[in-house]
């Protein structure tokens, strides 16, 4: 079984800069597609990235793209979202979600398996 785990969420003024950091672990936790999805007050889960389990393909919600970028870390267990230019609208609970079995994009919630317990990012206008 599978635990993933958030940190990096907290308070920025529009415009700042955060990094969300994601790992997962569990025997096969190497080959796992992740990505983050968020849910703001009100609203169901909506995609924001995701990455293959090598790194090598990524997608972007295109409320976010030029704006975020996801990446994987040295250690393949751990996934970046750096977070620039931010606007009140990208306030959220941010969760990381992992799939496995050296699984393409995941694009949707119901794409993925393992959930984090997700992170809080507000931006202040």
């Known amino acids: 079984q599978a635990q993933v785990k958030e940190s990096g969420g907290g308070l920025v003024q529009a415009g700042g800069s955060l990094r969300l950091s994601c790992t997962a672990s569990g025997p096969t936790s190497e080959s796992y597609a992740m990505g983050w999805l968020r849910q703001g007050p009100g609203t169901g889960r909506d995609f924001v990235s995701a990455?293959?389990?090598?790194?090598?393909?990524?997608r972007y919600s295109d409320s976010v793209k030029g704006r975020f970028t996801i990446f994987r870390g040295n250690d393949k267990n751990t996934v970046y979202l750096q977070k620039n230019g931010l606007k009140p609208d990208d306030t959220a609970v941010y969760y990381c979600g992992a799939r496995n079995g050296f699984s393409g994009l995941g694009l949707s919630d119901r794409d993925y398996v393992y959930w984090g317990q997700g992170t809080q990012v507000a931006v202040s206008s």
């Open positions: 990455i293959t389990w090598d790194g090598i393909h990524t």
